[in-house]
């Protein structure tokens, strides 16, 4: 067991630090925010997702062949620590760079690799993920939009539905039913689509935050070059099960923890200031004990993400223990804004465009945000059925 | 960076884990200690580990036992083992070569034994005890009492933590010294006797102050690693308490069914193998800090674990109790053992509230935040 950092570690932490002071905006974090209008948004994020590229900072713990620096583990707990120190915004290519660059790592072909690689660490291309369906949620399986071969493409017709980012994206990853005979789990299909083809129409929904990060994507007759097909044909669960094993896992939490620990760290700074009877919002005792239970969840959070990463760089198989992960951080997540509501006491009920906001109504947001948690990625309610199962070994 | 134990820290669990299993029974448990179990748990080089190579000891550390400390809550070894390792280890720290060379060879093989006394009636964190040693021509005396000591008659020498006038420190005083009288204690705890440590103008002199003068940084470390240690001994009581519950479950038929197979059931053994998991990383990294990092990240992880670890273990106990039904409230399964000694756990070297305020104070205090 090792938490030291060498000299060498040291010297990629300086070099990291020097080089967030020369490339975030001035007054970054103090007068400087990111926007606040959506599309500005995203797009401020992508611009600095490219510039972390430009800088050799993006998908750090890539191998080297495909623009990634192979960082050690020691470098990717750093990176995380910096960032958080530094404010730094999140990339927008989260979907790209953790879910479908690890999934064709694993079961890509090398014209695969070689195409779609270099364009998601480069942020050059977004990616969206086309799982959920309407009538497919927590029972993924029951995916129904179908993709029929077509000479040497496969023919989608069908909807997904949750689509984040998808306004955004470039590609998409969609799970396609391919063998409507075979038993669910095994007739359906991974399938790589260029969001520019003809008969992709997308509609945002608006979610609880008001935002619309998430949409409905219709396929229409969409005609998909069979070489996008990832592994076999009808062996797309499999697949899946990567995708979601890292959407669930370290690597992810990871970075969100990073921007958990931000979001904590202002609560604190503005529980000192927030004014409470006749003291401040940290000195009453009830208060003070709900954020310091947070602070411990968080940093256990980052903890478990470290020994996860250990286990898994020694080679053990990335499984159900992810779920182990996700149900951890999501609601001790959901728990740290309720905290938040309840440090803001009389100001809670005031949105950004209020007068009397604290920090800008960023807490409100957070609040609203964190009922997705333990909905996405898998429900809590399936990833206690996984961990049950799967992990406890207990009857189906 | 490594997260993990290496393949020598593994097999000393297993060894010691193997151990365990036939060495205490839950009839062991409820009949009293065996023995034999602290020859046998010499012999695995337990008492010896922390002691440095120089006095004859492994010279290893808090990382290489973290996976021990959490077989003996798995298998709820008496608290007296872990007061005296615990007790081994800070004069293996901070004693006089004298004092190391005195007492750790035989800690080490088991003949001497130790035990530690922190706790007062109005403390279990250094800062709040009042047991003070006044100034006399000889050296000091000392009026007042500790309770909880783990198994006091039993011991050959108490290490005890108390003040010096305005500064901390740790004494080693005989049970059997002029002046000390042993009340055995009521507790809730079946595993182990407790004593309270009546002193009554008990005279100490230089030679039993840990290190030749107290030192306020040897009580806060010792404090510290007995807290780090309660933590690791309750993620091993809440792993066993889980580890029962899935057994349990996955036996027992109503409806014609397993149990095991209700979702209800299920979600809560999924939380239980959350709540342990996490247990894990935070008393795993307070092992490690306890051996390398510096004394304010020490106390912070420390106090991360033994906070966490409480509620945790708590949380699993009372979880493993419900699914069990009826069976689970009798005196005959013993599952009330884990459950009255996750109390006195937690109740010991700071509860939960008094950890997560040194958290959240220390994290103020290094963002220059007020309050
Ligand atoms: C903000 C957000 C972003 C998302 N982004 C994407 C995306 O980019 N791409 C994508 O493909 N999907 C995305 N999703 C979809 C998400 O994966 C699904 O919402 C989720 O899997 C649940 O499916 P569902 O909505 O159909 O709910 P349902 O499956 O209908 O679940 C409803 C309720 O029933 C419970 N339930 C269901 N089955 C069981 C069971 N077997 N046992 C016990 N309880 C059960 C669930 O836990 C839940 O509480 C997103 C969702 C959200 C909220």
Redesign the pocket.
């Known amino acids: 067991m090792d938490f030291t950092y060498s000299p060498k570690d040291l010297a990629f932490r300086d070099e990291l630090r020097g080089w967030l002071a020369a490339n975030l905006p001035q007054g970054w974090g103090e007068t400087v925010f990111l926007p606040e209008d959506e599309d500005e948004n995203a797009m401020f994020r992508l611009d600095w997702e490219r510039k972390l590229y430009k800088g050799g900072w993006n998908g750090i713990a890539w191998p080297k062949d495909y623009g990634g620096r192979g960082a050690t583990l020691v470098e990717q707990a750093i990176f995380a620590e910096e960032m958080a120190r530094a404010k730094a915004p999140e990339g927008l290519n989260i ?1 790209g760079r953790n879910l479908v660059a690890t999934t064709l790592l694993h079961h890509g072909s090398d014209a695969q690799k070689a195409r779609f690689l270099p364009k998601i660490i480069s942020g050059e291309e977004v990616w ?5 369906e ?7 399986a029951a995916v129904r939009c179908q993709a029929v071969r077509d000479g040497d493409h496969f023919v989608v017709n069908g909807q ?7 306004q955004y994206s470039q590609w998409c990853i969609l799970l396609a039913r391919t063998d409507p005979s075979a038993p669910k789990h095994k007739g359906i299909s991974f399938l790589l689509v260029d969001m520019k083809t003809p008969g992709i129409t997308i509609r945002p929904l608006r ?1 609880i935050s008001g935002e619309c ?2 949409n409905e994507t219709f396929f229409d007759d969409v005609r998909v070059p069979v070489e996008n097909l990832v592994g076999e044909l009808n062996g797309g669960w499999r697949i899946a099960m990567t995708t979601l094993a890292y959407e669930r896992g370290p690597e992810d939490a990871l970075g969100r923890q990073l921007v958990f620990r931000q979001e904590l760290d202002q609560l604190l700074a503005t529980a000192a200031k927030l004014q409470r009877g006749n003291r401040s919002a940290i000195e009453d005792g009830l208060l003070r004990q709900k954020l310091a239970k947070s602070l411990v969840g968080i940093e256990i959070m980052r903890l478990n993400c470290l020994r996860a990463f250990s286990k898994s760089l020694k080679g053990a198989p990335r499984g159900a223990e992810a779920s182990m992960n996700k149900l951890y951080w999501s609601h001790v997540m959901q728990d740290m804004f309720d905290t938040a509501m309840e440090v803001l006491g009389p100001l809670a009920p005031l949105t950004a465009g209020d007068a009397h906001a604290v920090d800008g109504g960023r807490f409100q947001l957070g609040f609203l ?1 964190s009922k ?1 948690f333990t ?8 990833q ?2 996984i961990i049950a199962e799967r992990v406890l070994g207990l009857p189906k | 960076m490594d997260f993990d134990f290496n393949q020598e820290q593994y097999m000393f669990q297993d060894t010691v884990r193997d151990l365990l299993a036939s060495a205490l029974t839950m009839e062991h448990l409820r009949s009293g200690t065996p023995a034999e179990l602290w020859g046998q748990l010499a012999e695995t080089g337990v008492f010896a580990l922390l002691t440095r190579e120089e006095d004859g000891g492994l010279g290893l550390g808090y990382t290489d036992l973290a996976l021990i400390f959490e077989e003996f809550g798995r298998a709820l070894v008496p608290a007296p083992i872990a007061a005296a390792i615990v007790a081994g280890g800070a004069i293996a720290r901070f004693g006089t070569p004298e004092q190391r060379a005195q007492l750790l060879p035989g800690h080490g093989e088991g003949a001497l034994r130790l035990s530690s006394a922190f706790a007062e009636t109005v403390a279990t964190v250094p800062a709040a005890m009042t047991l003070t040693a006044r100034p006399t021509d000889a050296g000091w005396t000392v009026t007042g009492s500790k309770i909880l000591v783990p198994d006091a008659a039993a011991a050959d020498k108490l290490l005890v933590a108390l003040r010096f006038g305005d500064d901390l420190g740790l004494a080693l005083v005989e049970p059997s010294r002029a002046g000390v009288t042993l009340r055995e204690q009521d507790t809730l705890d079946l595993t182990a006797r407790y004593h309270e440590v009546i002193f009554d103008h008990v005279t100490l002199t230089a030679g039993d102050i840990v290190g030749g003068r107290p030192d306020p940084a040897a009580v806060v470390a010792c404090f510290d690693a007995a807290a780090a240690v309660a933590a690791l001994q309750m993620t091993g009581m809440a792993a066993r308490t889980l580890d029962e519950a899935v057994t349990y479950v996955g036996q027992r038929k109503q409806f014609d069914r397993v149990i095991g197979s209700f ?1 209800a059931i299920k979600h809560r053994c999924a939380d239980m193998a959350v709540a342990v998991d996490a247990c894990r990383s935070a008393a795993y990294y307070a092992a490690w800090a306890l051996d390398e990092a510096a004394p304010d990240e020490r106390a912070r992880a420390v106090s991360m674990a033994k906070s966490w670890c409480g509620d945790n273990a708590r949380f699993t106990c009372n979880q493993a109790i419900q699914l069990h039904g009826g069976i689970g409230f009798t005196w005959e399964l013993g599952l009330h053992l884990f459950l009255r000694r996750i109390k006195c756990e937690e109740a010991s070297f700071g509860d939960a509230d008094w950890h997560r305020e040194r958290v959240i104070g220390a994290t103020l205090r290094s963002m220059e935040l007020a309050g």
């Open positions: 979907i969206c993920q086309g799982f959920s309407p009538n497919a949620g927590s029972d993924l997904k539905i949750w689509t984040s980012f998808a979610q990060e998430f945000r997705a909905i996405y990625s898998g429900s809590s309610e399936i206690r059925n | 979702q």
